[in-house]
């Protein structure tokens, strides 16, 4: 079970922290990563990072803006958002991928969060 915080409103140019806590049995050994869906546009992926953190990768759009971050074979992970866009509101979710790396295939990840909301407003 994966729980995601730290969403809310924020104005463009600023910075939010996403967490993701799993449980350790299904997360530890695994890579996780973000995704977020916006009104009318299919899930998409964000960021994403290996079991012990020495691998991660980002979407185009939020490269230099974002970092993910876990300690090793931890099951929390982080999503610290900077210089947000109102293109960045979306409903975030956290999952945990089948496999120790990370994925941009939302089919290699078997696990997902209930999301949280990011809005950000002009």
């Known amino acids: 079970q994966l729980q995601a915080s730290g969403g809310g409103l924020v104005q463009a140019g600023g910075s939010l922290r996403l967490s993701c806590t799993a449980s350790r049995r299904t997360a530890s050994n695994n890579g996780m990563a973000w995704f977020r869906q916006a009104p009318g546009k299919e899930r998409e992926f964000v960021a994403g990072?290996?079991?012990?953190?020495?691998?991660?990768g980002y979407a185009d759009s939020v490269k230099g803006r974002f970092t993910i971050s876990r300690e090793y074979a931890s099951s929390t992970m982080n999503l610290q958002m900077n210089s947000l866009k109102p293109e960045d509101t979306a409903l975030y979710y956290c999952a945990v991928a089948r496999k120790s790396f990370y994925s941009t295939r939302q089919a290699e990840y078997a696990s997902w969060g209930q999301g949280t909301q990011v809005t950000v407003s002009s």
């Open positions: 990072i290996a079991w012990n953190g020495g691998g991660t």
